[in-house]
């Protein structure tokens, strides 16, 4: 079983920053071997794609409503990917989830991962 935490949410100013992380681990579980990825969920809104990491790093991948302002990164030793958020918006306000996958992924496609996190709240105040 592979359990995927988040955490580092929490409510901001506008124009601040936050750093989201996201702990995986599994009896047989190496995030090295995943694809990982965040999205987001506004209330009454789809869950939506916000980044995405090969499972080296070496790759990344963001909507373009980000781009510019987050970073995701990760850590294989740690098993934890990270998302640097900066210049925050209003429109930035959701929980955001952890997502993770061992095949390939169609990265903006929420269906195509296997492992979630439970979420965490990020509320940014105008």
């Known amino acids: 079983q592979v359990q995927l935490v988040e955490s580092g949410g929490g409510l901001v100013q506008a124009g601040d920053s936050l750093r989201l992380s996201c702990a995986a681990s599994?009896?047989?579980?190496?995030?090295?071997?995943?694809?990982m990825a965040w999205f987001r969920q506004a209330p009454g809104k789809e869950r939506e794609f916000v980044a995405g990491?090969?499972?080296?790093?070496?790759?990344?991948f963001y909507a373009d409503s980000v781009k510019g302002r987050f970073t995701i990164s990760r850590d294989n030793a740690k098993n934890t990917v990270y998302l640097e958020m900066n210049s925050l918006k209003p429109e930035d306000t959701a929980v955001y989830y952890c997502?993770?996958?061992?095949?390939?992924?169609?990265?903006?496609?929420?269906?195509?991962?296997?492992?979630w996190g439970q979420g965490t709240q990020v509320t940014v105040s105008s």
């Open positions: 599994g009896r047989t579980f190496s995030s090295s071997n995943a694809n």
């Open positions: 997502a993770a996958d061992l095949s390939f992924v169609v990265w903006s496609d929420r269906y195509a991962y296997s492992y």
């Open positions: 990491t090969s499972r080296t790093g070496g790759r990344t």
